[in-house]
């Protein structure tokens, strides 16, 4: 909800109380709402500059002190490093107690604690010997950081958060270990994301912290596999980005802006960029039962409680969210209905196609690929469709871009010479361009009659 429109819902407040519409009460709490609503959006430009100050800030105190550390006794070391974070304590404290919660104040200190915590836990450490591992310092750090995300609702602290976390599970992975924690842990913060997004669904600051929860999801769902059973990555990133799709399509509404249904837009462009993937021989190569992995850095119990599991659950909560979209009877036509029904049966289609995979070896990967191609054009034509019939101009340029990006992509995949690539270049990009233009023609003459 932008400023504009919370300006006219305080003005229609005033008249709906005058005219007795509503109480006193009432109108007093949506003002205050509202207000709450407009001071998280308000600020930004403060917002910003605080935080790249207090960014600023940390990593210079941290500079000189790693300059000049080697000069200082011990005595003083242990103060310096504790003196951050009773600095960012008493700023807390002292905001507590004035009850100033502003997003220009708590960006800022959010940032400056975090960092104050992992140059306190690097000083101490180096100050003592303490022994210890890269894995740990920043386990350690990242549950340190959890009060500070809830005290002050920093998007920094949470965009860091995730990024440690992110970080110690590739670090884990890279020794050949399990990193399964990054989802209890990840979850410990969940809470204030959700009540962020809550209290202001389309504000920038709760739409990017769910940006920054769902980028952390995708990377860590490949990150944290076993791999055990190669290719299953396939079923299981098809099957999530069915599952945004869908929950997208359940929450957003048609007069939202496209940046702030993060759901949708990583569910449909996560999913097209799959489907694109898979029309290719490469990821269809050496998967399934007969290529199973065992040895040092596999672990049978991660495959089966982790890997065999979440893709049972994510097809089961695929198929789950599309009984319940197909039960809205939404007014829309056949054909936008057959074409969603279509992006979000992708799931089963990949399923299907990975047990060709597995069981046809030796065609496996040009059959597969070649599969997936054709599903991939008939869900562009569908979607350009659907996109002339819904007069919606960003649909046409999907279909027509994501069929010449299959069509192109396997062109100038085979031995073709280099004129013949250039023709077809030429005549996909006029073909582009006059899609383009007769829709718009068509849109105006319709405007005006």
């Not at 920038?204 to 944290?224: E, K, P, Q, Y």
């Not at 936008?336 to 196609?353: D, N």
């Not at 040009?366 to 562009?380: E, H």
Request: charged share 15%.
């Amino acid at each position: 909800m932008n400023k504009k429109t919370i300006n006219w819902l305080q003005t229609e407040i005033d008249s709906w109380l005058t005219e007795g519409v509503i109480s006193a009460t009432a109108a007093t709490q949506l003002k205050s709402r509202y207000a709450r609503i407009s001071r998280d959006q308000r600020p930004i430009g403060l917002i910003i500059l605080g935080a790249l100050g207090a960014l600023l800030i940390g990593l210079g105190i941290i500079s000189l002190l790693a300059a000049n550390w080697g000069d200082l006794p011990r005595d003083a070391r242990v103060v310096i490093s504790f003196l951050p974070l009773i600095l960012s304590y008493s700023a807390a404290l002292y905001a507590l107690l004035r009850s100033d919660r502003s997003l220009a104040f708590c960006e800022p200190l959010g940032i400056f604690w975090g960092l104050s915590i992992g140059a306190g836990i690097a000083l101490i450490s180096q100050t003592y010997h303490l022994p210890g591992e890269l894995n740990a310092f920043l386990m350690t750090w990242m549950l340190l950081l959890v009060p500070v995300v809830y005290l002050t609702r920093s998007l920094g602290c949470v965009a860091g958060y995730y990024i440690g976390l992110l970080s110690w599970s590739m670090v884990i992975q890279s020794e050949m270990g399990v990193s399964l924690y990054f989802w209890p842990v990840s979850a410990l913060i969940l809470p204030v994301v959700l009540s962020v997004k809550r209290e202001n669904p389309t504000g920038m600051r709760g739409v990017f912290m769910f940006w920054s929860l769902l980028i952390s999801t995708i990377i860590a769902l490949g990150v944290t596999l076993d791999k055990s059973l190669p290719g299953l990555w396939i079923i299981i990133y098809v099957a999530f980005f069915a599952i945004l799709l869908l929950a997208g399509m359940l929450e957003s509404s048609e007069d939202s802006e496209t940046w702030s249904k993060p759901m949708s837009l990583c569910g449909a462009g996560g999913l097209a960029s799959m489907l694109y993937l898979l029309c290719y021989k490469w990821p269809w190569k050496d998967v399934g039962p007969s290529y199973y992995r065992d040895g040092y850095g596999y672990y049978l119990w991660a495959s089966v409680v982790y890997d065999f599991a979440l893709v049972a659950l994510l097809l089961a909560g695929a198929l789950f969210l599309f009984v319940r979209w197909n039960r809205r009877r939404a007014e829309q036509g056949a054909l936008s209905r057959i074409t969603k029904l279509g992006w979000v049966a992708a799931p089963l289609a990949v399923t299907a196609f990975y047990g060709i995979a597995s069981y046809a070896e030796s065609i496996s990967g040009q059959l597969c690929g070649a599969l997936t191609s054709v599903y991939v054009i008939i869900l562009s034509l569908l979607t350009l469709a659907d996109g002339i019939g819904r007069r919606a101009l960003w649909m046409v340029n999907c279909g027509v871009l994501l069929f010449l990006a299959v069509v192109l992509g396997k062109f100038f995949n085979e031995d073709f010479s280099f004129t013949i690539k250039g023709v077809v270049f030429i005549l996909c990009g006029l073909l582009f361009f006059m899609v383009n233009t007769i829709f718009a023609r068509k849109i105006k003459r319709e405007v005006r009659s």
